[in-house]
């Protein structure tokens, strides 16, 4: 292999970070037999309506759409656009329930992406 030449697929580490803030959220899922969605906290008022209908698309795509259940939503670390933090909020609440509902750890962490400027 030539000097300063990456193995297929490596990246330099700047360019894996250079999309994501310095804020993660984290996502539970308590499953229960009534069929209802309650958020516990979330970071805003969009954020707990994001998470809710995440919940009810992964529970209705697993076939479980009669089940209902408890999202814990909590963000950490420093500042990012609040678009940025719903996304990755509805993308934590999925791996929850799904993690849930295959009996795993339901706690789930993911980094907040941040769009590149134009």
């Given amino acids: 292999m030539a000097a300063g030449r990456r193995p297929p697929g490596g990246r330099a580490p700047a360019a894996r970070s250079r999309h994501l803030a310095n804020c993660t959220v984290h996502a539970r899922f308590a499953l229960s037999e009534i069929p209802r969605i309650s ?3 979330a970071p805003d008022e969009g954020s707990a309506t994001v998470a809710r209908a995440a919940a009810v698309r992964a529970l209705a795509e697993a076939g479980r759409g009669y089940l209902g259940g408890r ?6 670390g420093g500042p990012a656009r609040p678009r940025s933090v ?3 909020a509805d993308r934590a609440v999925a791996l929850a329930v799904a993690a849930s509902l295959r009996g795993d750890m339901t706690g789930v962490r993911v980094r907040v992406r941040v769009r590149p400027p134009a």
């Fill in 86 to 88: 719903r996304r990755a």
């Fill in 39 to 41: 958020v516990a906290t």
């Fill in 71 to 76: 999202v814990d939503v909590r963000t950490y």
